[in-house]
């Protein structure tokens, strides 16, 4: 039991943070008896790819905690530089990641990024005044939402290793380029072409858009910078 649960973990059937079904459901779903599964799970727990919650079930565990604390990112948040070498590893990632999800993408991953989508677009209304940092994490969670349909656990995992890098990239995104209203809509639209193509399973579309939208951030930032103006790099740690 414990190997078929490792397997449905790997293959991404099951995410971090995501609640198993009740023993019953994992008896009726695996064939095996109930003793069978509370052993399994016994097991998971031991190595660390389950954690129990008293009164509300178990969970798949939290594979990246603590690696976006490590001394190497945390030097690389302090080079000016990162900014654009990170939106470089984003549109090798993310363009693959938006392939992946067009492709492999279930129902239930097409709710959440739906889910994630319109919160983020409530945020572009003119009568919105959503703060910079939140809207940041909005802005991520769209994205981060494509990465978990692509059900590649390891892409997942990669990206989510930098989380703290990848979301300050997305606040600069935010804090340099919301206000200026050409910039503005020029993202806006970009977001809403990439989540049309995910969403109409065109592989290759998803992938050109996701490219699009980061090669077109970084030509913005770059434009900015040249033009001698302050650039907001902030790679400051945001916390959950």
């Not at 779903?29 to 799970?41: D, I, K, N, T, Y």
């Not at 992946?100 to 097409?110: E, K, M, Q």
């Not at 919301?178 to 989540?195: E, M, N, V």
Request: with cysteine; net charge positive; aromatic share 6%.
């Amino acid at each position: 039991m414990a190997t078929k649960l490792e397997e449905m973990i790997a293959d991404g059937v099951f995410v971090p943070d995501q609640a198993l079904p009740s023993e019953r459901k994992l008896c009726d779903v695996l064939g095996m008896s109930r003793p069978a599964v509370r052993e399994g799970l016994r097991l998971l727990r031991g190595r660390g790819l389950l954690r129990t919650e008293h009164g509300r079930g178990s969970y798949i565990a939290r594979l990246r905690d603590n690696v976006g604390s490590t001394p190497l990112l945390q030097l690389f948040a302090n080079q000016p530089r990162t900014l654009f070498d990170l939106l470089e590893v984003r549109a090798l990632l993310e363009g693959e990641s938006a392939r992946l999800a067009a492709t492999r993408g279930t129902d239930s991953d097409f709710v959440r990024m739906a889910r994630r989508y319109e919160e983020l677009r409530e945020t572009q209304s003119e009568q919105c005044n959503t703060d910079v940092d939140t809207h940041a994490r909005l802005d991520h969670a769209f994205h981060q939402s494509i990465c978990e349909a692509s059900h590649n656990p390891v892409l997942v995992y990669t990206l989510g290793a930098i989380t703290d890098l990848w979301l300050s990239s997305v606040f600069a995104v935010v804090a340099n380029l919301y206000h200026r209203p050409p910039y503005k809509q020029q993202i806006d639209s970009q977001h809403s072409r990439l989540y049309q193509a995910v969403l109409a399973r065109d592989p290759m579309r998803a992938k050109r858009a996701a490219l699009d939208h980061l090669h077109s951030v970084r030509d913005s930032l770059r434009k900015i910078e040249t033009g001698e103006e302050r650039l907001v790099r902030s790679m400051r740690r945001l916390e959950y």
